[in-house]
Structure formats: C-alpha cells, structure tokens
DNA sequence: TCCAACTATCATGTATTACAAGGTACATGG
DNA sequence: CCATGTACCTTGTAATACATGATAGTTGGA
C-alpha cells in the first residue's frame, strides 16, 4: 500500500484543486481521484483540518439533486499556505531523489 | 513541519542506502542526515520492519570505539523491493505534480 | 406508498509510522 | 572516576489515511 506516501500531500492536493475552483468534499474526491485514490473518510475530516487553520472557509449552496453542498474556497493565508507546502514539497522530492541516486552511484565515500 | 511528507519514504532512503554499501543503523542516521532529517528513535524501529519483511539481514562486526556495529544488508528481495518502491515513489511524484498543476493556471498569476 | 439508488454530509475506530525521551553498554581522555 | 562519544534499544505520543457506517434529502420504479 502506498497510503503512506499520501501523508503530508493530500492537504497540499485538495489546496490546489480549490485554488483551480471552489468546490466541496464530494466532488474533491472524485476530482483527486482522476490522478490519484483518496475517499471520502478521508476527506471529510481533512476539510475540517483545513478550515479549523482558517486555509478554507465554506459556504452552503442548495442542491437539486440531494442535501446542500457545503463549497469550500482558498482564503489568503490558505493561498500562502499552499505555496508554501508545494515549495517544501519540491524540496523534499530533491531530498529523496538525492538519497535514491546513492543506490545509483555507490561511490560516496566521504567524510565519515 | 514536514515530518508527514517522509512516511512511507524513509524505507526506501534507507534501502537505497544500503544499495551503496552495507552499513548500521547508528551510521545510516548521519548518512542520510546529509540529505534529510531523521532520528535514532525513527531508525532503530524502522530496521527492524526492514528485518520483519526480511528486506534486509544483519551480521556483527565488533568496534574499536564501542559496542558492536549491528550491520545491515540488503536480501535479494529487499532489493526487488527497492525498485519497486522507487517505481511507486516515481508515479506518485508524477500524480502529485499532476494535482498541482491544476492550481497553476489561477493562484500564481503573478508572481510566479 | 414504499423502497432502492444516488448525492452529500459527518463520526468513530484502527493501523501505520516518525519522533522525542529515556535507558543500556563500552571505550577513551581529562 | 566521570564526561564524552559510539552504538544499541524501548516506550509513549502525535499525525493522519482510511474503512465502516450513520444521517438525510431527492428521484424514480414496483
């Protein structure tokens, strides 16, 4: 399972779809889902974690087709928050790879 | 912080390290220090997972500045494992990056 | 009418795992 | 003889992804 590999990055995800549109939870997960398998147990509490760090704040819109949606939108610290996270992220995947070239290279051999 | 973003990835960091050498869990902490955060409390628990899933094996070299070295090596299926991790690590770099390119186009208008 | 299916919300419990904090043991130099 | 550095290990805690299932409104069919 590489359901370990989601923590950390799923709040960074569902920022950057919002950053695209406003949307709620629902459909978030079947717009994550089109690149990569998240659910609804998981995205339902993640939302409260978002807003409980004021990144989203929501508002309710009436549905005709089942219960109101609850819309989630980026606020400015969330838009910060976010470039914050993809610029730790592009670091961090630095960090791994230079870790996955010493398989690759096997001549390190420094200071010790 | 972004202790988050390494689960599931230390396993493969510390795989891929021994690809470059045989090595010990008090030496592989300042190995891959060089390159990322982690901790003695993290390693110690984490090769003896790599040593469950026989990933790994180990032999004792005694040390002239200290207890013995615990060394540990890579099985042939620690091996597969590795490149397989390293495939999963691949496509979920790419499926991240997909996800944030949907922001792309709107919350970085400007100063990108 | 009643029941199933679909949309949409949310809560509870479990597993994984990174890490801090603490403990053991051995060697060497002040 | 004690501090320091090397090297091992355990326990407890926090974060979080997810399975499961509850709640509720709408629509359409038997």
Redesign the interface.
Known sequence: M????????LD??V???L???DSYAYELVS??SR??EVSEGTMYPLMRRLQAEAWVSTYLVESASGPSRKYYT?TAEG?RQ??LM?Q??QE??G??N???Q??A??A?GET?
Chains 1, 2 share one sequence.
């Open positions: 590489k359901t370990q590999l989601k923590k950390g990055t960074m995800c920022l950057a779809a950053a695209a549109g717009i994550l690149s990569m980026l838009r976010l470039a993809q730790e992220w961090f995947v960090d791994v230079s870790v996955l010493l398989a290279g096997r390190t010790a």
